[in-house]
Each structure stands twice: as structure tokens, then as C-alpha cells.
């Protein structure tokens, strides 16, 4: 290889670990260490995104529509553009061969890597989907981009630390026993449903590396507003509406919702459509689980709204097999109903 083409191997790929280790520091790890304090003395780590402090969700309307946008947008801006800068960063900044070398096989080992690289990005559904975007047009199979993408909510640390101090370990513990097959389980899938034909990214033809910093720059910001004007618009649609007709998803919520089979695999199916921000789902329960919800509909809710979204599975319809999402949303759902039926079963609340 020639010593410019090194050279210039090794600054993109510094600058892109400065970037990925700088955004996520600030986006992610010291907000979520300052909060994990505040989650510990006050047992909360504040109010429910979706309802409030209200037993029900507004009434389907435009205000209601919009009200949600914003508290949503307003919470995961800045995790987004991380989630594009990164995503258009792998394209423009890393050779295929590298990707490939990590996240290119068709074995258990390339699903384990996936899942264990999400583990520091701690992002939302919505917000990791431009990484494995970018992971998927670098060749990574399909198994590893899945676990990545439910591993930076599954295996969220942040998340499962929330959780413990403001819901009990008990459910941080339910998580922990459902959400680790559901990362590599359900990346393994992912790679069994889509061998026998080429992966949707592996067929799209791959651009020549560029050679020069000006290049790399000029192709970054040529993927990045590709991506943005793809991805976003969708994004914002499927949110709008979701806001608006979130009080059908989510019915009163009292009592009268127990442990009942139908209520857990309800609000299992709504969970796996809404979408929330980063540890959205434990202020949400601790509202619910404070209105009387049954255990069983609350730990549904807790492996569902953060697996997987509406928006996050339109923003991935390109990248991945329609029968492939499909398979994975059923079982996510699968894994909630489970969950709902094991914390039911323990008495849980």
C-alpha cells in the first residue's frame, strides 16, 4: 500500500474515533453518569414523555401530534446528528475491508462483536439507525447490524442502572435475562433469513476510497446530507402521527389493566410500534406501574418500547429485508409478551 493511502487511512480513522468518542462523551456518558446520581437519591429520573403525570394520553389532534414531536425532538436532537455524523462517518471515513474484517461474517462471532460495540453508544432505536445504516453500505451482515442496533438499546448500561434505582433490581434483572437473546438471538436470525440471497447492502456498489483529506471531506458531507434528506422527513411523519394517536395505543391507565394475557400482549404491540427516547420506557412504567398497571403490561412495555419503533424500522427498510424486520418486530414482540407473562407469574410490581 502506498504511504499516502496509509497516511490517509490513519488520520480518517483518528478522526473518526475522536468523533465517536467526543459525541459520545458529550451526548451520552456524562449526562447519563450525572443522571444516575439523581436516579439514586431520587428514585426517579423525571416525568413520562408519554402521558405526563395524567392517567391517559391527549386525545388524538394536531396539538397533541406536535406537543409530542417537540418533547421528543427536544430529547433526542442531539443523539441524531451523533447518529448521522457517525453514520455517514463509517462511509466516508473507513475502508469496507475494515467493517468486514469485524462485522462481515456469517458466524456467531460477527453477532457477539455487533452487540458488544453497542454497548458505549447507548443510543435510542431511532438514533442508532443511521450507524447501522452506514454498517449495512460497509458490508457488515446483517446479523451484526442487528445486534448493534438492539444492543444500544437492550444493553444499554445507563439504561439498566435507571432502572434499578428507580423501578428495583428485580427489573433490571427481567431486562438482563431477556434482553441478552434478544440482541444476539435475534441478530443470529437476522443472518439465517437473509443467507441465501445477497444482503440488500452487499448488492449496492461500493464507492472507490478516496485519497485526499479534501475528498474524504467532500464525500462525507455528500453521504451526510444524502442521509439526512432520506432518513429525516419519514422520521418526522411517522413521529407526528404516533404523537397524535398515542392515547389509542395507550388506553386509561389504572387498575382495571391487570395481568390479563390481552392487556400484555397489547401494550407489547404498542411498545414495539411507539417510539421514545433514550430510557424513555422508566419513567413511563413508574407512572403507570403508580396508576395501579399490572406487572405483567408494565414489564412488557419495558422490553418493547425501547427494542425497536415505527420510525426506526422505516428508517432501516433499505438496509435490511422487509421479511427480515418483519420477523424481528414479531419477535420482539414475542419477547415482551414473555416478559409481561414471566413477571406476572413472580408477582412483580
Not at 16 to 38: D, I
Not at 70 to 84: D, F, H, R, T, V
Request: glycine content about 10%; hydrophobic content about 55%; some cysteine.
Amino acid at each position: 500500500m502506498p504511504a499516502a493511502l496509509q497516511t490517509a487511512r490513519t488520520v480518517r480513522l483518528t478522526v473518526f474515533l475522536l468523533l465517536a468518542v467526543a459525541g459520545l462523551f458529550y451526548v451520552k456518558w456524562h449526562p447519563y453518569y450525572e443522571r444516575a446520581f439523581v436516579a439514586a437519591a431520587q428514585h426517579s429520573i423525571g416525568h413520562s414523555i408519554l402521558m405526563g403525570d395524567a392517567a391517559s394520553a391527549p386525545e388524538p389532534s394536531w396539538s397533541a401530534a406536535l406537543g409530542y414531536a417537540l418533547a421528543y425532538g427536544k430529547a433526542i436532537w442531539q443523539a441524531m446528528m451523533l447518529g448521522l455524523l457517525l453514520g455517514s462517518g463509517i462511509q466516508a471515513l473507513l475502508p469496507v475491508n475494515w467493517v468486514q474484517r469485524v462485522l462481515g461474517g456469517r458466524g456467531f462471532g460477527s453477532v457477539l462483536a455487533g452487540g458488544l460495540l453497542a454497548v458505549p453508544g447507548m443510543m435510542c432505536t431511532c438514533c442508532a439507525a443511521p450507524v447501522v445504516v452506514g454498517l449495512r453500505k460497509h458490508q457488515a451482515t446483517p446479523g451484526a447490524a442487528m445486534a448493534f442496533w438492539l444492543g444500544n438499546t437492550m444493553l444499554n448500561p445507563a439504561t439498566l442502572v435507571f432502572m434499578g434505582f428507580v423501578l428495583g433490581w428485580h427489573w433490571t434483572l427481567l431486562r438482563l435475562l431477556l434482553g441478552v437473546p434478544m440482541v444476539f438471538g435475534l441478530g443470529y436470525l437476522a443472518n439465517r433469513l437473509t443467507e441465501p440471497s445477497p444482503s440488500v447492502a452487499a448488492s449496492l456498489p461500493v464507492e472507490p476510497e478516496p485519497r485526499t483529506l479534501i475528498e474524504v471531506g467532500k464525500r462525507w458531507m455528500q453521504i451526510f446530507a444524502r442521509m439526512t434528506l432520506r432518513l429525516i422527513p419519514e422520521y418526522v411523519v411517522i413521529v407526528l402521527l404516533l404523537g397524535a394517536v398515542r392515547a389509542w395505543m395507550f388506553p386509561h391507565i389504572g387498575p382495571a389493566i391487570g395481568d390479563q394475557w390481552f392487556w400484555i400482549a397489547a401494550l407489547a404491540l404498542a411498545g414495539m410500534l411507539f417510539v421514545i427516547p433514550t430510557a424513555g420506557e422508566v419513567p413511563i412504567v413508574q407512572a403507570m406501574l403508580a396508576l395501579g398497571l399490572g406487572g405483567g403490561p408494565a414489564a412488557a412495555l419495558l422490553m418493547t418500547l425501547p427494542a425497536v419503533s415505527l420510525p426506526s424500522l422505516a428508517m432501516l427498510a433499505r438496509s435490511f429485508p422487509v421479511r427480515t424486520l418483519v420477523a424481528v418486530a414479531v419477535a420482539v414482540v414475542g419477547f415482551g409478551i414473555l416478559g409481561g407473562a414471566l413477571a406476572s407469574l413472580l408477582g412483580m410490581r
